[in-house]
């Protein structure tokens, strides 16, 4: 991999397979949706005057709809920045000069010493 202390603007846009997507990233949006869609159900009895739980199947279809929503919404956008990505690191590529490999710094190289005055 290199020595950790060298910053590679490259290796920040490659995927190595070494981030785990935590629990709740690939159900997130769907969820989202599914909750969105129930919402949209619950507003819409509301708005005829209608009781709020009444037509269950109504519900139903809403929450599948959303969640089906959320779901492609979230694959987009996968896609979207799979693709950004590429087109990033293929410009890195094409113009090594530009992206030059940098030490790592740390704050206190880069900040100046600063005394509270009172």
Same mark, same amino acid.
């Given at each position: 991999?290199?020595?950790?202390?060298?910053?590679?603007?490259?290796?920040?846009?490659?995927?190595?397979?070494?981030?785990?997507p935590?629990?709740?990233?690939?159900?997130? &949006?769907?969820?989202a949706?599914? %909750? +969105?869609g129930?919402? #949209?159900? =619950?507003?819409?009895?509301?708005?005829?005057?209608?009781?709020i739980?009444s037509?269950?199947?109504?519900?139903?279809?809403?929450?599948?709809?959303?969640?089906?929503?959320g779901?492609?919404?979230? &694959?987009?956008?996968?896609?979207? %920045? +799979?693709?950004?990505? #590429?087109? =990033?690191r293929?410009?890195?590529?094409?113009?090594?000069?530009?992206?030059?490999?940098t030490?790592?710094?740390?704050?206190?190289?880069?900040?100046?010493?600063?005394?509270p005055?009172?």
């Open positions: 991999m290199g020595d950790p202390a060298v910053y590679d603007p490259l290796e920040i846009l490659t995927n190595k397979g070494t981030r785990q935590t629990f709740l990233s690939p159900i997130w &949006n769907p969820m949706g599914a %909750l +969105a129930f919402g #949209a159900a =619950l507003f819409t009895n509301w708005g005829f005057r209608k009781p739980l037509g269950i199947q109504k519900h139903i279809l809403f929450t599948i709809i959303g969640g089906g929503v779901y492609y919404l979230d &694959n987009k956008r996968n896609e979207y %920045l +799979a693709k950004r990505d #590429a087109v =990033l293929h410009y890195v590529e094409l113009h090594p000069e530009d992206f030059p490999k030490n790592r710094k740390k704050y206190a190289d880069v900040l100046e010493s600063w005394v005055v009172r």
